[in-house]
């Protein structure tokens, strides 16, 4: 339920205007609240708003099986790091390697990039087979600007509060084809369910998850949490050292 459609609010907007009217002027205007854009608007808006953005800062918090390399070797668990338009990437991956958990940084600038060597952690040129691309999430063919124009069957829930911001929460379903590139094509099945979040004053997207749909192929269906902050901010990304 929406709160400006709650009973108890009505009532209390229709007390305050009662008040109003026996203590005012004549000439004196009651404001009403702006309406709440529908989600096929709220997703317009942000997804231009994320276009629109230079800079940010992001957590991802990967649930179920995904892994970086082609050999399968790196699941990844999570990644923190900045991007920055319009191809410029520093991250930092938490990932497990034959049991053992691991930290592994790569910076990304154009075609070229670099990682850290498990081992020594020494900065060297990324192996061929390391193929996922943080930036992807900047696509604007196949990151998540375009998955917000893609998804079906959205509907509104209830706000809620992201790292300190007032957010719209919308629910949706996409065909797993559209989060393909964008997930390294590890989650499978349709629908995917996508829960986005958006900052209800300045329409940047908060988070993002994404999750398979459950089946007996998958009895540990993948969740991918997207956490992005500090929209537009100036950030410096160069080749390591």
């Known amino acids: 339920m929406r709160l400006r459609d ?3 609010l009505l009532l209390l907007v229709a007390l305050l205007v009662v008040g109003l009217a026996g203590c005012g002027s004549e000439n004196e205007v009651v404001s009403t609240p702006a309406a709440t854009p529908s989600p096929a608007e709220l997703l317009t808006m942000a997804s231009r708003r994320l276009a629109e953005t230079q800079s940010v800062h992001f957590t991802l918090t990967v649930e179920g099986e995904t892994y970086i390399d082609s050999g399968k070797t790196i699941k990844l668990i999570g990644a923190e790091g900045d991007l920055q338009r319009p ?6 991956f938490q990932a497990e390697v034959m049991g053992r958990a691991i930290s592994l940084q790569l910076i990304t600038i154009g075609d070229r990039s ?4 498990i081992l020594t952690g020494e900065w060297g040129n990324a192996p061929l087979e390391f193929a996922y691309r943080p930036d992807i999430l900047f696509s604007t063919q196949d990151g998540i600007g375009p998955v917000m124009g893609r998804v079906q ?3 509104r829930l209830d706000d809620e509060e992201i790292g300190g911001r007032d957010a719209y929460h919308l ?6 084809s559209v989060v393909g590139p964008l997930t390294y094509y590890t989650i499978n099945g349709s629908p995917v369910s996508v829960d986005l979040w958006i ?3 300045t329409h940047d997207l908060l988070r993002a ?3 398979e749909p459950p089946g007996p192929e998958r009895p540990h269906p993948a969740v991918w949490t997207l956490d992005l902050s500090h929209h537009g901010e100036e950030i410096s990304i160069e080749p390591p050292d």
């Open 6 to 8: 709650s009973p108890v």
């Open 87 to 92: 191809d410029r990437v520093r991250t930092t």
């Open 114 to 117: 670099w990682t850290t060597n």
């Open 153 to 155: 069957n959205v509907t």
């Open 171 to 176: 629910q949706a379903s996409v065909d797993q």
């Open 199 to 201: 900052d209800k004053e």
């Open 209 to 211: 998850r994404l999750a």
